[in-house]
């Protein structure tokens, strides 16, 4: 099923006029009306009648997170506030979040891109949807409710926490969607599963999840454990919320982006140079609708690949590849790059270890150290300490062999790691700057 037949299969020719047109205007605009933009293009030398095509795109500077931060909190608006009809912000790590704000036209945009998503997964008018997204600043809640009252599903607003009273509404209400967070799919079966009910047996067909970095392995353990099919749906508050991208259910494999909406490109994130076709690189999104705040070139710090072979599914709009982290995440470890999703895809590959750990790196004396704690399940935990030390070595190893890098593993006691309602924090740091 398609939303928006008419956008959502236009020709490629048709597509990338359209995306070389609103692009043209969008420039012209931000030049216009944001003082940051006109110092940023003036200052690389770039007039917004030189952008004709999409190639001159590459011909614009880039715009940063601290572009963000040093224009808080309104220093982006391209719209007066009195056009601005929503505020939300993203809390980041450190100091002052970033904020956005969104004009009428670009709520209708984000729930038309939303309904898209939602129908691209396989949600329909008759579904009910449990969006345990958070409601607030964070984009999560209000972006899927607005999408899922539009193709007509009936939306339970639960936004995220009280996990005892999630399950019941969504047993007792017959929930058939579930939007999450995958790291709290997971809990949700935990959770159930302690209550002795098998969420398996509710009526859950479907879980859209995003909002953090999972893997493929991961996908295959809350489909089993879970008992849905598990969708992909990607996204991020600087360029609109959740709906930039959304895996469809035919092929299951790559988030197609909603490219009369945006254009990205992938560049090599420590030259900045735009990369062929196909590479894996640093995600960059430019935005040719919003209004409030558009994003020109904007560095997501997201790593992944553009897909261009034609989907199945008969969309035109190209995918990304499943996000293989933040290079901000990025961990170097004694000089080796590791990215948490691959020792994620060691852990889920590894019978009686669970999906649920953590990274910890420190350092001694001059050298980096890596513990990945990790729970194993009732059954391996109870065994003899002969076979814990056995799962604990055949797991270093296999790590080992992926990155080239030994670390400590720590097998821990079921549900000794903390679960989040929200985005699971994987990594911890402890190493002085
Ligand atoms: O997380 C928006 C969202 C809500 C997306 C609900 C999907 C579902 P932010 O809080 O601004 O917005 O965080 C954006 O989260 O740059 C990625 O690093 C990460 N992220 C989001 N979706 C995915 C995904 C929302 N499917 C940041 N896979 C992004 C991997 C994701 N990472």
Redesign the pocket.
Known sequence: MIWNDEFETLPREALESLQAKRLQRVVERVYATVPFYQQHFDAAGIKPEKIRSLDDLQRLPFTLKQDMRDNYPYGLFAKPLDQIVRIHA??GTTGKPTVVGYTRRDIENWTELMARSFVAAGAHRGDILHNA?GYGL???GL??HYGAEKIGASVIPMSGGNTKKQLMIMRDFGSTIL?C?PSYSLYLAEAAAEEGVDIRDFKLRIGI??????SEKMRNEIEAKVGIKAI???????IL????GVECIEAQSG?HIWEDHFIPEIIDPNTGVVLPEGEQGELVITTITKEGIPMIRYR???ITRIIAEPCICGRTHRRLA??CG?SDDMLIIRGVNVYPSQIESVLMGIDGIEPHYVLIVDREGSLDTLEVQVEVNEQVFSDEIKVLQSLSRRTEKEIKDLLGISCRIRLVEPKTIARSEG?AQRVIDNRPI
């Open positions: 993203s809390s997204y964070f984009t999560g972006g899927a939007t967070t999840l995003g909002a953090e970095p999972w992909d749906i990607y996204g991020l508050s600087e919320g959740p709906g930039v988030l997501t710090r997201d499943r996000m933040r985005k």
